[in-house]
């Protein structure tokens, strides 16, 4: 098994890809080693690795944040955990857990729900895709007097670029396409 990495805009962050599917839909964050021995055996792994302080899942990649520490030290043992796992067949998730969406509930006035819907599609068609790439995850939170709320996640979550990604980047494709939006912010 041959396990891929790829450096992210968050240089604390990098993305695993084993060629395989991790998730078969959604994405899945864990950001400490608690939450990950409730939910998943292979994040649980991962946290065993010191210095290793978030785990996410995507569709077919890992990404993998340090919180100090060379790469060059943390990255064998990760793709061993990884390799270990996966050569072994063992689930990603553990029983009974469904993949984590976006926490919380969406907000937004029933007047707004066209407006919404619109916002909706183009994160999922032309931001969501992007993102990922990078290694991270956008979704919709919720929209309240022309702000756009969004949940980052993964390698997005503390980037240092995600406020440029936020501003100039998906503000002004969500302005572009619906007038309403005036702004976008982190939920």
């Known amino acids: 098994m041959f396990i ?11 993305k695993f890809l084993p060629g395989r599917v991790v998730l078969e839909s959604g994405t899945a964050e864990f950001t400490s080693p608690e939450e990950a021995s409730e939910r998943s055996p292979l994040a649980a792994k991962l946290f065993e690795v010191p210095g ?20 060059a030290h943390l990255k064998p043992a990760i793709l ?18 469904s993949e984590a969406s976006a926490s919380g509930e969406e907000f937004f006035d029933e007047g707004d729900e066209e407006t919404v819907a619109t916002i909706k599609e183009l994160i999922e068609t032309r931001v969501r895709p ?3 790439q990078d290694g991270g995850d956008i979704t919709f939170r919720g929209y309240r007097d022309g702000t756009v709320y969004l949940n980052m996640r993964g390698a997005c979550s503390g980037c240092p670029s995600s406020t440029a990604t936020l501003k100039h980047g998906i503000q002004n494709l969500l302005r572009h396409f619906v007038p309403e939006v005036e702004a976008v912010e982190a939920a």
């Open 52 to 71: 290793v302080v978030g785990v996410f899942f995507g569709f077919d990649f890992v990404t993998v944040t340090k919180d100090g520490g060379d790469w």
């Open 130 to 132: 992007a993102v990922a």
């Open 80 to 97: 061993a955990g990884l390799m270990e796992h996966f050569v072994a067949n063992r689930p990603v998730m553990a029983e009974n857990m």
């Open 4 to 14: 891929q990495t790829e450096v992210t805009p968050n240089p604390s962050t990098l």
